[in-house]
Structure formats: C-alpha cells, structure tokens
C-alpha cells in the first residue's frame, strides 16, 4: 500500500496553495472540480504521492463543514490499493467503520472510500483505487513506476 496523497483544507486555492509554491512543488495538472464531493482540488507532486488542497465549491460540501468546525487544515490521508472492493471486503472482517462501503468517484478518474476518523483515531482514511490503464494509476503522472515500488504488476 502506497500513501497516495495528504489532503489539506483551504477557503482558498491561492492562499492554500502559496506554501507549497515557496516549498517549490509542482502542480500535477489543471484545478479539478469533483462535483460528487463538492470540491475544487489543486495537487501538487511531492515524490511519488501528492499534496491535495480541497477548496468547497458549494455550502454543503464536507470541506465546507470542515473549514467552518476547524479552519484550514490536514483534513485526510489517503492509501493507493490496487483491488478497492476487495480491501472493502477485508478491512469490514478487521471491523472497520466505513462511511459508506460504496465506492465513488474521486480526482482523475479514481474510485473512493472513506473510514470514519472515530476508527482512524481522530484521522479521517481514504483508501484510493486508480483506473487501470490510467497514468496516474502506475504513478505515471508522479514521474515514477509503482509496479517497481508495488513489486507487483497492477
Ligand atoms: C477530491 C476528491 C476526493 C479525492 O479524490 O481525494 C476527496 O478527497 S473528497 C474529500 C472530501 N470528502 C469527504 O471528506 C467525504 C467524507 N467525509 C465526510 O463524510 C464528513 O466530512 C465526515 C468525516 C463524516 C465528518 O462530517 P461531520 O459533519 O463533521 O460529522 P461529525 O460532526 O459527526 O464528525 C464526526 C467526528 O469526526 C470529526 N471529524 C470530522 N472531520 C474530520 C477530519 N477530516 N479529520 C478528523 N476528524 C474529523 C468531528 O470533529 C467529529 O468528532 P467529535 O466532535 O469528537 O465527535
Ligand atoms: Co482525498
């Protein structure tokens, strides 16, 4: 299992994004809008996993909740499987406490889960699937091959 990425809430990308940009990091493409979660995401490379700044795009949004609760901050980390149902299936026989063990679609093109922070012992858990055949999905897009990381093909 590899960290995919740690994900940071900002009222703001700019704002949120000017540390990172001081730090010299690189944004992995263009702004994404997830509509399902209602977020806005800047990525930003870091090695072989990513800082992810969440902006709320609507009042709804988790991010929105999260800002109001606790202002800008570490909001989550998230862990690269290569079989999401079948880590769903495991983790449910370790008693883990899914929000929901229904997949949805989270930042280019990636299927999502999360594990509630009582479970993660205050850290909010998301595990990440890759589409196959994605670049993103052999960390392509993060300059490296995770098959030589993984040892094992995707
Ligand atoms: C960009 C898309 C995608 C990707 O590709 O990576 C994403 O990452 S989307 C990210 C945004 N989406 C989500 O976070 C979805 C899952 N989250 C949720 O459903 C909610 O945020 C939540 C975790 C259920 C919390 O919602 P909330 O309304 O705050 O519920 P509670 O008030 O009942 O909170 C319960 C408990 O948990 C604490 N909490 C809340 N958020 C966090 C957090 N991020 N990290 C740690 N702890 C958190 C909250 O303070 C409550 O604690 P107590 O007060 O002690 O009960
Ligand atoms: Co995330």
Same mark, same amino acid.
């Given at each position: %299992?590899?960290?995919?990425?740690?994900? &940071?809430?900002?009222?703001?990308?700019?704002?949120?994004? $000017?540390?990172?940009?001081?730090? #010299?990091?690189?944004?992995? #493409? =263009?702004?994404?809008?997830? /509509?399902?979660?209602?977020?806005?995401?800047? !990525?930003?490379?870091?090695?072989?996993?990513? &800082?992810?700044?969440? %902006?709320?795009?609507?009042?709804? *949004?988790?991010?929105?909740?999260?800002?109001?609760?606790?202002?800008?901050?570490?909001?989550?980390? !998230?862990?690269?499987? +290569? @079989?999401?149902?079948?880590? &769903?299936?495991?983790?449910?026989? +370790? #008693?883990?406490?899914?929000? *929901? +063990?229904? =997949?949805?679609?989270?930042? $280019?093109?990636?299927?999502?889960?999360?594990?509630?922070?009582?479970? /993660?012992?205050?850290?909010?858990?998301?595990?990440?699937?890759? =589409?196959?055949?994605?670049? $993103? /999905?052999?960390? /392509?897009? @993060? #300059?490296?091959? *995770?098959?030589?990381?993984?040892g094992a093909a995707r």
């Amino acid at each position: %299992m590899l960290l995919d990425h740690v994900a &940071i809430a900002t009222p703001d990308l700019d704002q949120g994004a $000017a540390p990172y940009v001081a730090l #010299g990091l690189r944004p992995e #493409g =263009p702004d994404e809008d997830v /509509g399902t979660q209602g977020v806005r995401v800047r !990525a930003f490379v870091v090695g072989d996993t990513l &800082i992810e700044l969440l %902006m709320p795009t609507r009042p709804d *949004s988790p991010i929105a909740g999260f800002l109001e609760k606790k202002g800008p901050g570490l909001h989550h980390t !998230a862990y690269r499987v +290569e @079989h999401l149902d079948a880590e &769903i299936e495991r983790l449910r026989g +370790e #008693g883990a406490r899914f929000l *929901s +063990e229904t =997949p949805g679609p989270g930042r $280019a093109g990636t299927r999502v889960v999360f594990l509630h922070p009582k479970w /993660g012992q205050g850290t909010l858990i998301e595990l990440v699937e890759h =589409p196959t055949g994605h670049p $993103a /999905g052999d960390h /392509g897009a @993060h #300059g490296q091959d *995770s098959t030589a990381q993984n040892g094992a093909a995707r």
